[in-house]
């Protein structure tokens, strides 16, 4: 067996319908008596609910998160935490909501309880990103690591059909580079392809029935493990792109993610056959890439750049900031073919 090194999460997680009632007593376990609730505006409504059940606990309720953490957005709730005296930053929501977070903790060290409501990961990772002048710059630290994630399936019941394909697509894209990323190891790779399997064969009876708790449970539960292998290892030339077009082009996040992971794969496929067979075997499929691509189709995902605005005049400038810092990929990075596979993402041809 190839030699590896593995570094579990620190994390607490708790996971089940019905979790968010042991909420107050998480807050108990980390010693926190004034939480800083966050959320998009969109999510106003839901983050109140969460914040009656604390009551005396909630020092303010902050609305403003938004997609990619602009930098703005990030000094303003880091001002409103300290100007409350916030002790926790709970986040009520996606990959936007603890991406705010994150970018308090980092500057503060406050403790994250993140409660998700889609199938983003960002939760299980210390890896956060802000976007400034038009750049989304990540990082990984461990300060941004959320404490505690509580899972209640409960809460996803009414997130939107188009939003849960799109963010469980964007979970799976985790999982898939983690199976060749070059500091992978045998547990990561396990907790990969169950994450695949687990997303995947949710989407079926998700389409048949939103409010299918068993089904949504399931498509949390493999969320996780995809967010787990993403906060374990290193990610290749999906999440280069993907956080290029994102910050650079103000692509909506989950989707950009579900347009270009069958292209992706296709690049890399000839260099880790080992990485696509266990995909394919995950989606009950002969072909990785196709098979993400006809995934992606079968829920009524977005299948091309055009359709989630990306201008055609900015693919060159897509294509040079891909490839202008190096980065561990099974593939080396060609320009010219970065530049196709943009080209075949924006119309949304499959992965030839």
């Known amino acids: 067996m190839t030699p590896f090194s593995y570094a579990a999460s620190p994390s607490r997680i708790v996971f089940g319908a ?22 998009t505006p969109n999510q106003r409504a839901q983050a109140e609910v969460v914040a009656q059940r604390l009551p005396g606990r909630v020092a303010g309720l902050f609305d403003g998160a938004e997609m990619h953490v602009p930098i703005e957005v990030a000094r303003r709730a880091r001002a409103e935490a300290a100007a409350l005296g916030a002790d926790c930053a ?14 308090i903790a980092l500057e503060s060290g406050l403790p994250i309880v993140a409660v998700p409501t889609t199938y983003a990961g960002s939760e299980a990772t210390p890896i ?21 994630v509580v899972y209640d399936a409960a809460l996803s019941l009414t997130l939107p059909l188009p939003l849960t394909v799109t963010s469980t697509l964007n979970a799976i894209a985790h999982a898939c580079e983690g199976l060749y990323a070059h500091d992978g190891n045998p547990v990561t790779a396990l907790m990969a392809e169950e994450g695949i399997r687990a997303c995947s064969a949710a989407l079926r009876p998700l389409r048949a029935d939103l409010r299918d708790l068993p089904a949504r449970s399931q498509a949390l539960y493999g969320a996780w493990l995809c967010g787990t292998v993403l906060g374990a290892v290193s990610m290749g030339l999906h999440h280069k792109l993907c956080h290029t077009l994102g910050g650079s082009f103000g692509l909506p996040h989950a ?8 292209h992706a794969m296709r690049y890399n496929a000839a260099a880790a056959p080992q990485a696509m067979e266990r995909i394919a075997r995950a989606l009950g499929v002969d072909d990785a890439p196709l098979g993400l691509h006809r995934l992606a189709a079968e829920h009524g995902a977005p299948l091309s750049l055009r359709e989630i605005g990306m201008p055609e005049s900015g693919l060159d400038r897509a294509a040079e900031l891909a490839a202008s810092q190096p980065y561990p990929n099974p593939r080396p990075l060609q320009r010219a073919a970065l530049r196709a596979l943009l080209e075949a993402a924006f119309h949304g041809r499959p992965p030839a």
């Open 18 to 39: 019905g979790s968010l009632d042991r909420l107050p007593e998480e807050l108990d376990r980390l010693g926190v008596r004034r939480a800083l609730v966050m959320c």
């Open 255 to 262: 989707e950009v993610h579900a347009v270009i992971l069958p």
């Open 128 to 148: 956060y990103g802000i976007t400034e002048s038009g750049l989304k710059k990540t990082g990984r630290d461990a300060r941004v690591l959320p404490r505690t």
């Open 90 to 103: 709970l986040a009520v929501g996606g990959g936007s909501t603890i991406g705010l977070g994150k970018a």
